[in-house]
């Protein structure tokens, strides 16, 4: 006699749902449980932690990459300001320079920073992020950082010959002689090379005297190295453009004995500590440390995109919006460094 064949067992899909809502709860809470740990505040928890590296922290903030807007740093540096428990700040310097507008507005918000900064050069540190260090009590870099570059530069193209070539004629309709100063379908005119030539010694001028002021240098010591040059660490501490050659410990431990803290100060990094939740639920690849996030995550995001078929496309369209939106170059650069 045929035995009739066992029933399969049917998944209910209430038991479902409430399966994988207790797995994210805990996966939220324990994620929630790190960032809190991690991130620095107003007393509390990061006081907590501090009172056992000595009594007090020190914040850095990673400027890196060419500067093209001083929004994120400045909002980092007025964070780290508040926080009672952070005592001094480290500026970890890794560029080749940008816009004149930005280096500027980051150097006056270091410059009128109420706690101790100081400046840690790492590979690049050159033109507008040398600029920045101008700002800081004391300048660390590496023997073999690349820095100084203090001048000021506009590029510009002359595509006459080409649209000649193409059977191409371009032309303006412009309200005074100089609006279309630089245009690239024509050979520039004396007037407008003087015209735009004047507002680049300006700018020169303006970077120099932030040189003089931070360096305690005369502005003739400071002209004669303000030819565009760049300078190996060892160099600059030569010519007097940095104080120290140190790691960025070396600048830690400085700024730690500026601000009087006692023992090994606590270091914080607000940039990676305060990452939004759902940047680490998707492993957000786009930060400033990726093989911090993917050893932290391990395999959370395949997880996530097994359970829900999700990507991380969320977090990764929040970040482009924020470039986007953070792209705002000037019509110069203080220095057109590798990109």
């Known amino acids: 006699m045929q035995q009739p064949a066992p029933?399969?067992?049917s998944w209910n899909p209430l038991l479902l749902i409430l399966g994988l809502s207790a797995l994210f709860f805990v996966v939220f809470v324990a994620l929630s449980g790190v960032i809190f740990l991690r991130s620095p505040s107003k007393g509390g928890a990061s006081s907590g932690r501090a009172a056992l590296f000595g009594g007090g922290s020190v914040g850095v903030i990673e400027l890196n990459g060419v500067i093209t807007d001083s929004r994120r740093f400045i909002k980092q540096l007025e964070r780290l300001e508040d926080d009672s428990s952070i005592k001094a700040i480290v500026l970890r310097l890794n560029s080749p320079g940008g816009s004149v507008a930005p280096s500027q507005e980051i150097y006056e918000a270091v410059k009128a920073c109420k706690k101790p900064v100081v400046s840690s050069m790492a590979s690049v540190a050159a033109s507008g992020a040398f600029y920045v260090a101008m700002g800081t009590r004391?300048?660390?870099?590496?023997?073999?950082t690349i820095t100084g570059s203090i001048g000021v530069i506009m590029e510009f193209a002359n595509l006459?010959?080409?649209?000649?070539?193409?059977?191409?004629?371009?032309?303006?309709?412009?309200?005074?002689?100089?609006?279309?100063?630089?245009?690239?379908?024509?050979?520039?005119?004396?007037?407008?090379?003087?015209?735009?030539q004047g507002m680049v010694d300006n700018v020169l001028g303006q970077f120099k005297q932030a040189v003089a002021q931070g360096r305690k240098l005369s502005l003739e010591q400071v002209t004669q190295v303000a030819d565009g040059r760049i300078f190996s660490g060892a160099q600059a501490k030569a010519s007097k453009l940095v104080d120290e050659l140190g790691t960025l410990q070396d600048a830690i431990n400085e700024a730690g004995r500026l601000a009087q803290i006692k023992g090994r100060p606590q270091v914080v990094y607000p940039e990676r500590s305060r990452k939004r939740l759902l940047d680490f639920l998707m492993d957000d690849r786009g930060g400033d440390?990726?093989?911090?996030?993917?050893?932290?995550?391990?395999?959370?995001?395949?997880?996530?995109?097994?359970?829900?078929?999700?990507?991380?496309?969320?977090?990764?369209?929040?970040?482009?919006?924020?470039?986007?939106?953070?792209?705002?170059?000037?019509?110069?650069w203080i220095w057109e460094g590798a990109r």
């Open 160 to 196: 006459e010959k080409l649209y000649e070539w193409a059977k191409i004629k371009r032309f303006a309709i412009k309200t005074g002689k100089f609006k279309d100063a630089g245009a690239e379908y024509r050979e520039m005119s004396a007037e407008e090379r003087a015209l735009l």
């Open 7 to 9: 029933k399969k067992r």
């Open 138 to 144: 004391k300048i660390y870099a590496n023997p073999g």
């Open 289 to 332: 440390d990726p093989e911090e996030s993917r050893s932290a995550l391990g395999g959370l995001e395949g997880l996530v995109q097994r359970v829900l078929g999700a990507s991380s496309g969320a977090a990764g369209l929040s970040r482009l919006e924020d470039r986007i939106t953070g792209l705002s170059p000037g019509i110069y």
